[in-house]
């Protein structure tokens, strides 16, 4: 069982920057961490995620402008978000796992708007 919390999420102006944090109450090695978000009316997807062995992956979307660090040390990950757009508007979700065994944090808000 991994429990996951995210912070700081908040109010940030078009073409700003914020980091989210995720933070894990175990071991996160071995897991594959990701980072989702669910707009209003829309579906959960994928924003990035980073493999146990380091290996990224982005959505196209996001691609450029977002980076997403772990520290296994620490049992965290991070979401640094740069360029932000009203479109990156949405509750972003951290998520622990692989295949059939995962787990979701409670989720954090990000509004883009000036």
């Known amino acids: 069982q991994v429990q996951l919390v995210e912070s700081g999420g908040g109010l940030v102006q078009p073409g700003g920057s914020l980091r989210l944090s995720c933070a894990a109450s175990?071991?996160?090695?071995?897991?594959?961490m990701g980072w989702y978000r669910q707009a209003p009316g829309k579906q959960r997807e994928l924003v990035a995620d980073?493999?146990?062995?380091?290996?990224?992956n982005y959505a196209d979307s996001v691609k450029g402008r977002f980076t997403v660090p772990r520290d296994n040390a620490k049992n965290a990950v991070d979401l640094e978000m740069n360029d932000l757009k009203p479109e990156d508007t949405a509750v972003y979700y951290c998520?622990?796992?692989?295949?059939?065994?995962?787990?979701w944090g409670p989720g954090t808000q990000v509004t883009v708007s000036s």
């Open positions: 998520k622990a796992g692989s295949g059939f065994i995962f787990w």
């Open positions: 980073i493999t146990p062995s380091g290996r990224r």
């Open positions: 175990g071991s996160i090695s071995i897991w594959t």
